[in-house]
């Protein structure tokens, strides 16, 4: 499957920013879904996660509350809503796939397919 995250921009603190992940090439319901993302100098780490149908989340503990993650398996796309955005969200955001059916699976090596990133940079 071949994924491409979208969305990305510049923002001010407290505003929101949706960002989109595009499947093709695959059977998308075949996939859970996560976001990851990755800070200048730092490692690249989880952020949310959305199961094949759509009926389960995951996300850490820093963005409970502020950000919702779902999917559209009809449209072959799953969303990352992020409001509320803080300095500290000032990433590259990554959307991955895996056939795991894991709810809390949050390492990088448990994702087989990757998208590009997108920029999210919040300004103060």
């Known amino acids: 499957v071949q994924l491409q995250a979208s969305g990305g921009g510049l923002v001010q603190v407290g505003d929101s920013l949706r960002l989109a992940c595009a499947a093709s090439?695959?059977?998308?319901?075949?996939?859970?879904i996560g976001w990851f993302r990755q800070a200048p100098g730092k490692e690249r780490e989880f952020v949310a996660s959305?199961?094949?149908?759509?009926?389960?989340?995951y996300y850490i503990d820093s963005v409970k509350g502020r950000f919702t993650i779902s999917r559209d398996n009809g449209k072959n796309t799953v969303w990352l809503q992020m409001n509320g955005l803080k300095p500290e969200d000032t990433a590259v955001y990554y959307c991955?796939?895996?056939?795991?059916?894991?709810?809390?699976?949050?390492?990088?090596?448990?994702?087989?397919?990757w998208g590009q990133g997108t920029q999210v940079t919040v300004s103060s």
């Open positions: 959305v199961s094949q149908r759509g009926d389960t989340t």
């Open positions: 090439g695959g059977t998308f319901s075949d996939y859970r």
């Open positions: 991955a796939a895996t056939r795991s059916w894991l709810t809390r699976l949050i390492t990088i090596t448990g994702y087989d397919y």
